[in-house]
């Protein structure tokens, strides 16, 4: 049963420390995205990557996020410093292999609490 | 850029029909699709419109408009359990690659 798998689930940390997301996507599958979700905005696109190429982040904090696929089994999205607007739900995703035009399957989210 | 736009919340009653509207701007469309979200988990797929037309799936519809930039995503024989978060999302290609939008999402209630 394909999934996309992302840890931690849930993340408690302190004002100004690094945090460290991870997703490990459905094998196949080239393309990634990461995405923030928070009661005010809804689901904000952060990041997407194309075959591990980053092709849009302009969603993101440059200053203070980052995000990589360092391989075709991980994708991961930093975050250093962190600041207590960093709360929310991170979703990964992945989707539309080449060879088809299917949905974006949802990872089970890394809730974030900065303190 | 890319424009979504869907109603915030809407109640429907139990066995009732609702319908959710969704339009939208962008360029290099490429694919319409509806997401139900329940609180505390992740967004699940619902359907896929990339041509005109309606798609059925169960009690779950949805048609497209290319011409007119609007969607509606049809829900029949409410149940209870329909109370979820439904999500407009369109996909656009650009820059190489396919790029994945989603509104704000319906709340929708559905009551005895």
């Known amino acids: 049963d394909a999934r996309v798998t992302q840890t931690p689930r849930d993340k408690v940390t302190e004002m100004g420390q690094e945090v460290t997301m991870r997703c490990q996507p459905i094998?196949?599958?080239?393309?990634v995205f990461w995405y923030r979700q928070t009661m005010m905005q809804g689901l904000e696109l952060l990041a997407y990557?194309?075959?591990?190429?980053?092709?849009?982040d302009s969603g993101m904090p440059k200053d203070r996020f980052s995000a990589e696929m360092p391989d075709a089994t991980l994708a991961t999205l930093k975050i250093q410093p962190s600041e207590p607007r960093d709360s929310a739900v991170y979703f990964c995703?992945?989707?539309?292999?080449?060879?088809?035009?299917?949905?974006?399957?949802f990872g089970q989210g890394t809730r974030l609490t900065v303190v | 850029g890319q424009n979504i736009d869907q109603p915030t919340e809407m109640t429907a009653t139990e066995g009732a029909i609702v319908q959710i509207n969704c339009t939208y701007q962008?360029?290099?469309?490429?694919?319409l699709f509806w997401y139900q979200q329940h609180a505390g988990e992740a967004p699940t797929f619902l359907s896929y419109?990339?041509?005109?037309g309606l798609e059925e799936k169960g009690r779950f519809s949805s048609f497209l408009s290319r011409s007119k930039g609007y969607s509606y995503l049809l829900l029949k024989e409410l149940q209870m359990k329909d109370s979820a978060s439904y999500l407009c999302?369109?996909?656009?290609?650009?820059?190489?690659?396919?790029?994945?939008?989603f509104g704000t999402g319906t709340q929708l209630k559905v009551e005895l």
């Open positions: 962008t360029s290099g469309f490429n694919g």
């Open positions: 999302a369109v996909r656009a290609l650009t820059g190489g690659g396919n790029k994945l939008t």
């Open positions: 419109n990339v041509l005109d």
């Open positions: 995703a992945s989707g539309f292999p080449p060879q088809g035009n299917t949905e974006a399957f």
């Open positions: 094998l196949g599958h080239n393309t």
């Open positions: 990557f194309r075959n591990r190429a980053p092709l849009d």
